[in-house]
């Protein structure tokens, strides 16, 4: 379906991690040929590419960077903290390919004009931290990156940060107050943008690691010829991470646009259909945070456009396929436990509103649900996110509250009879004999 | 794999969790050498968290006041901010942290399953460390590798797509020692240490080191 690769096409060898493939198979070329233009050309070229951020929010890269040409900025920060649940991409580049993202950082910084970059790794990614820490010891030690780099008068450092496992430090802001030291709580805005106040205060921009990956081939190829593939504002390629009840769960290098979410899950070149042949229930379009999408919504491209329109969004890229014989209350109530867990607790309608909607879930779950409880679970996301509509609004700092009803609103709103047939029975229909475990006993 | 320092060997050597303890000399003189690196001091907080969670396998209340004291912060900012964070242990844990993911992905792959079956055969429920010290069990959240659902880390290593059989039978390579030279002791986040000598601050050093000697695998 694609005809050459642009993020992934060393993944699959062996020492796809080492300078050596690296420099064999084109590495590092982009640098050169960016630090050989100027400042502003790199951008332009960014910008042409029309490259929407990876991370989640899908905020156009070159937008994010043009916001910042009156104030010099201070520093770069990678988000490699992924943590949404069913995302697994970042963790493919970092581990298979990290001179790739390195080669990414450096020209967004040098464009940039920064000298001290950081690229913030999700902590349990404990191989790909390694990989990346040996890797940055070699990219200084070519001059790809510190001081005069290939011999040009652009200098910057560049320090692999570690997490240390919460969800919330992928939000930008949480993020920054991590690297400072903190608890990961996010910031109340405004300012909206890091690009405004940021790390230690001073003008930050942070980008996701699919959109540093992306860096090199654009440079080197043109923004034109980046924004040629998907369609419209929908430009590029994009790592699709597919899992749930498929037979081939795995990642996926797609052009946007032109492959449909029909395509990705039953193409036998790609996710194969699901399990056992069974019917499809429901699938998340761009992770937990989104909402669901069911049988109707197969035919949308992998479009950022079109989800939103269709009223989810393309989120990280991660697709989670629900088959006939998921539990939707028990998928829901999974979700929601999860950000339970992973709220940060600084806002009452997320911290407090996530324990109680868990617990209501659980017991519709568990049997003993009651009729009304229906109704309690949409007044309380409605809490949270006033209204319950997508785009949410929101009560809280950052959008891990208003994510909380997603899956929830999602779930009653097109299986509202299986929430009731929980309630009637006095057990969950699926699995009879189903315990939940951990935390739930 | 090959490591690129004396003292991650000596880490790696460690095969129990220490019942407490300050940093060693050399781990001080790494804990310097990652202040340096950012510009302001307290940046270094949750990295040298993890370089005590290496040497202890878990953070001991003496490295609490030596981080504090090295960054200019009280412990209680110290330990206020390890406590927010899942990977930071402020108590001991065992030899061996297995995390079983439960999220999404990886329960319609059966995690709950797994994670029963992990229970049996441990004889210890989530959350819990065996008698002595070897085993320590989390439910965890998505940890990112849902291609191989369900899976599981040890010691923040990834295994998958796993059942009760393979459990069964990584426990015991575990035990044997068999996968010494895939799980490091719990708390070594990376084998692989930056040359720290290597910054544009440094205006002889930079490019000077071989890539050769930077730590390769």
Redesign the interface.
Known sequence: MLNEPIVTKRVELDDS???QRYLATGGYEGLKKALSMTREQVREEVTKASLLGRGGAGFPAGRKWSMLRQAPVSYLVVNGD???????K??LLVERDPHQLIEGTVIAAYALGV??AFIFI??????G???L??A???A????AV???IFGSDF???L?????????ICGEETSLIE???????FPRIKPPFFPAVTGL?GEPTVVNNVETMSNLPWIVLNGGDAFAALGQGSSAGTRLF?????VKN???YELEMSKTTFRDLIYDKNLGGGIIGDKKIKAF?PGG?SAPWFFEEHLDLGLDQDAVAKAGSMLGSG?V?V?DET?CPV??SW??TR?FH??S?GQCTPCREGSGWLEKIMRRIEEGSGRPEDLDLLMDVCDSIAPGVTWPPQQTTICVLGPSIPSSIASAIRHCRDEFLEHITLGHCPYEKD??????AR | MKHNSDYIDKVLERNAPSAGGGFSEEGLKRAEALIALYPKKRSALIPLCHLAQGEHGWITEECIEEIAGLLGVSPAEVSGTASFYDMLHLEPVGQYVISVCTNIACMLAGAYELLEAAEEKLGIAAGQTDTDMRFTLEEAECLGACDTAPCLQVNSRFFGPMNSASFDKLITDLASGALAGVVPPHGVLSRVERVFALTAKDTDDAGAIDSKEAGQK
């Open positions: 991690h080492t300078l992924e943590s949404e649940p069913a995302t697994f970042d963790h000298t001290q999700r902590g349990e990614f404990a191989l931290i390694e990989r820490t040996a940055c010891n070699e200084y030690g070519h001059n510190g001081k005069n200098s910057v450092d320090v692999i940060h570690p997490g240390a496992g919460a969800y991590s690297l400072e030291g903190n608890r990961g230690y991470a597919l899992s749930g009840r769960p795995g990642w998340i937990v991660s989670v629900m998921t028990r998928a999974r979700i999860f867990r992973e940060c189903h315990i939940l475990t951990g935390a």
